[in-house]
Nanobody
Framework: QVQLVESGGGLVQAGDSLRLSCVAS????????MAWFRQAPQKERTFVAA????????AYSDSAKGRFTISRDNSKSTVYLQMNSLKPEDTAVYHC???????????????????WGQGTQVTVSS
């Protein structure tokens, strides 16, 4: 059974840092790209960052570049999102997702991901 479980969210102040984790089960973890998406209240889910199965490739949204870092530990079947210099506009539910391939030319495209976690809430106060 495929399962993605996120953790690490919380309530922080602007300028603080958080590290999100997502533990995967059910398939050979290193075979698939992983990504983080987020959904703010009353808004659509949007792409944050992605990493290839072998960690050779990463991609970030414009809002994440320079502040967030995606990484993975294939030995632990875990993908991370280190978030620094958090802003109130980063407030959202953060979901991890597993791609159908090792990497995709469209890392921002939600249709390229077929497994999703339930999400972890990140709230940034000003």
């Amino acid at each position: 059974q495929v399962q993605l479980v996120e953790s690490g969210g919380g309530l922080v102040q602007a300028g603080d840092s958080l590290r999100l984790s997502c533990v995967a089960s059910g398939r050979t973890f290193s075979n698939y790209a992983m990504a983080w998406f987020r959904q703010a209240p009353q808004k659509e889910r949007t792409f944050v960052a992605a990493i290839s199965g072998g960690t050779s490739f990463t991609a970030y949204s414009d809002s994440a570049k320079g502040r967030f870092t995606i990484s993975r530990d294939n030995s632990k079947s875990t993908v991370y999102l280190q978030m620094n210099s958090l802003k109130p506009e980063d407030t959202a539910v953060y979901h991890c997702a597993r791609s159908t391939t090792n990497w995709t030319n469209r890392p921002h495209n939600q249709d390229d991901y077929n497994d999703w976690g339930q999400g972890t809430q990140v709230t940034v106060s000003s």
